[in-house]
């Protein structure tokens, strides 16, 4: 479904029936993340994935927060009939959304995945790093960033083809939406004192190869978090939900039975 939002029209599939579930994936990738996942969970559960702003099938406008991206993804759960509590999931910049989500929305949210994500705001060094990609990004186009991201994105042992298919994805999201994002990320807020406030369930899943955020920052996050559950996917890097579909679905499908 589309829902026009702040000057853009933005992608939402809506999958399944139960517990809604709010997918979020990652920078610059698109909603096709969690297909398996979504395939995986939705006869018990309503799996809500969008396609964040400037990626997959939305539209971009030329800047973007992480709070624009929160009031987007609750807005166009809204317009889905969502109006209770959601569980909230998402990887790496998903994570950061998820974290954005919980401080705006408290009462909306009845449970949080954080997935391959970090809690910190960017360091200077950082933010200075993702400007230059935006500017390359905006005269090179984002194969630009594909190129930068797609050898850190997987483990070394994932095939090919998966190598293939998300460089392809990466490529074809919109440079205009990509800088925009590249920026977002760069001014992302700090969610460490957060990690004290949550008190909902929370799942943290790392990949145990993740080169991008490594497990061990995981677990320590996770431990932070009161009642957290950890979980490290063996032989998974940046994007466990597609590297080890398998394994992600039942690790995530577990905690979620478990939520009753
Ligand atoms: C993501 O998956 O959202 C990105 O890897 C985040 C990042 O570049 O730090």
């Keep these: 479904m589309i829902t026009h939002l702040a000057g853009a029209d933005l992608y939402m599939d809506a999958r399944g029936h139960g517990r809604p579930v709010l997918l979020v994936h990652g920078f610059p990738l698109s909603g096709e993340l969690w297909a398996e996942t979504a395939a995986a969970l ?17 539209g971009a406008t030329a800047e973007v927060s992480i709070g ?16 209770g509590r959601l ?10 959304i998820a974290f954005e989500v919980f401080r705006r929305y408290r009462e909306r949210v009845g449970g949080l995945g954080l997935v ?29 960033a594909a190129e930068a991201m797609i050898g850190n994105l997987l483990a070394p042992v994932a095939a090919e083809s998966l190598r293939a298919k998300w460089k392809g994805i990466m490529s074809a999201t919109p440079a205009v939406g990509v800088a925009a994002a590249a920026r977002a990320l760069g001014s992302r807020p700090d969610s460490l004192p957060t990690l004290a406030a949550i ?13 991008i955020t490594p497990s061990a920052g995981m677990r320590e ?25 398998r394994e992600f679905a039942a690790v995530l499908r577990g905690w979620l039975d478990g939520l009753g």
Aim: aromatic share 2%; with cysteine.
């Design 116 to 144: 391959c994500c970090r809690a910190t705001a960017e360091t200077a060094e950082g933010r200075a790093k993702r400007e230059e990609l935006a500017q390359v990004v905006l005269r090179r186009g984002s194969v630009a």
């Design 42 to 58: 939705a006869d018990r559960y309503r799996c809500l994935v969008p396609d964040l702003r400037g990626h997959g099938r939305s």
């Design 221 to 245: 996050m996770a431990g932070t978090i009161r009642g957290a559950r950890f979980v490290e996917i063996a032989g998974a890097g940046h994007l466990p939900p597609v590297e080890r579909p």
């Design 68 to 83: 624009r991206f929160a009031d987007d993804v609750m807005a166009q759960a809204e317009a889905a009939g969502e109006t």
């Design 87 to 96: 569980v909230v999931v998402g990887l790496s910049m998903g994570g950061a």
């Design 199 to 211: 008190d909902v369930p929370t799942l943290v899943v790392a990949g145990e190869r993740d080169a």
